[in-house]
């Protein structure tokens, strides 16, 4: 899809100096903030049996099966790794690189490659290894050689524990894609196209249409995204205001809770009054304070009340993200649809 020059592809590193975090972290993890809070588990729905692999084609859509987990909904595709499966994997637009369980890497005895990259948990740093998937697809549609992030995942408070995400690293590559929770579908909007060489920041325009072969009617909130895509990993936020507060948020729909900053919480004078909640993410867990907030806002529309956790997300790449929008806000929208080669988000378009 064309978007005759209605975006703007920048050097990565000036983005550095003013944006979401450091190029550095296109070498390595980026899961910002892939986190849910404990509760009842829950059983997974069936997922599509077989793994055939069809022609890809624009528009693809993948099954979803959609399962609450705190006060979000979270989204889950069946992936086929070597002709077996189908895994469910957590559709995840918050984690930079694409993850695979150990418990599955072994069962499928996929080989590391090179040295362990660093991984952001929720408030630890750790390591873990790659390993490369050759063969393997999500809903039919094949997917690119690469190497994924072979690390543990937490339940999700789901009884049968996710075996992989699959990240915007994966994602981006189709251009649009849809994470529709009302149709329980994952819509890819073109062929997969080659990850870039290098790292380049997109940045949208502000009165880019909806793509009118995906999305039906008015969405109900659009806006500007940052991306910041390179050979491995791919990071997008979208600009919230809190009581007049702007910050750059994650987008992620692999995260149960949206997700406040405890200094902006400091600077808003907002106070824990919503108890606290457990948190389980890559590589470690903690507990946080729930924020009642009023009125949050994405290109001036509310997004309503919500009670993010409040936490510190670990790492310098980090530094720059004010928390991120989770999945107990993007669900309440039906779809989410996002442009990446445009920089653009559209809640309420499926």
């Known amino acids: 899809m064309a978007h005759d020059g209605q975006h703007h592809r920048r050097n990565a590193a000036r983005w550095w100096r003013g944006g979401l975090g450091a190029v550095a972290v296109l070498t390595a993890a980026s899961l910002l903030s892939s986190c849910s809070a404990s509760g009842p588990h829950v059983a997974l729905r069936s997922l599509k049996a077989g793994c055939g692999v069809e022609p890809s084609a624009a528009f693809v859509a993948a099954p979803l099966s959609t399962v609450r987990s705190g006060n979000g909904e979270l989204a889950v595709a069946g ?12 559709v995840a637009t918050g984690a930079g690189e694409s993850v695979v369980t150990p418990t599955l890497a072994s069962l ?3 080989k590391t490659t090179g040295p362990p990259s660093e991984v952001r948990g929720v408030t630890c740093i750790g390591t873990a ?4 998937v050759a063969d393997w697809s999500v809903g039919g549609v094949r997917l690119a050689t690469q190497g994924v ?5 937490p339940s999700y408070g ?3 524990a996710p075996m992989g995400e699959l990240g915007s690293d994966v994602l981006s590559r189709f251009g649009i894609v849809s994470v529709d929770y009302k149709a329980k579908k994952l819509v890819l909007g073109r062929s997969e196209a080659a990850a870039p060489r290098g790292n380049v920041y997109l940045s949208g325009h502000p009165t880019l249409a909806p793509p009118s072969g995906l999305i039906k009617g008015a969405p109900q909130v659009s806006s500007l995204l940052r991306v910041l895509e390179g050979p491995t990993s791919t990071l997008l936020a979208m600009p ?3 009581d007049k507060h702007a910050e750059q948020f994650a987008l992620d729909t692999g ?3 949206s997700t406040l900053d405890p200094s902006i919480a400091s600077v808003l004078h907002l106070a824990a009054g919503g108890g606290t909640a457990s948190l389980s993410g890559v590589g470690c867990g903690s507990t946080a304070n729930l924020l009642p ?9 509310s997004l309503g009340a919500v009670s993010p956790l409040s936490y510190r997300v670990a790492g310098i790449a980090n530094t720059n993200i004010g928390g991120a929008v989770g999945s107990d806000i993007l669900s309440t929208y039906g779809a989410v649809v996002i442009d990446y080669p445009a920089a653009h988000v559209w809640l309420g378009a499926g």
């Open 129 to 132: 290894p790659q390993a490369e």
């Open 240 to 242: 919230v205001t809190i």
């Open 158 to 160: 789901l009884a049968e």
């Open 79 to 90: 992936v086929c790794i070597d002709g077996k499966g189908p895994y469910p994997f957590l």
């Open 108 to 110: 499928l005895r996929l």
């Open 149 to 153: 992030l072979v690390a543990k995942l």
């Open 293 to 301: 907030v009023e009125h949050w806002k994405v290109a001036g529309s």
């Open 255 to 257: 995260s149960a809770s």
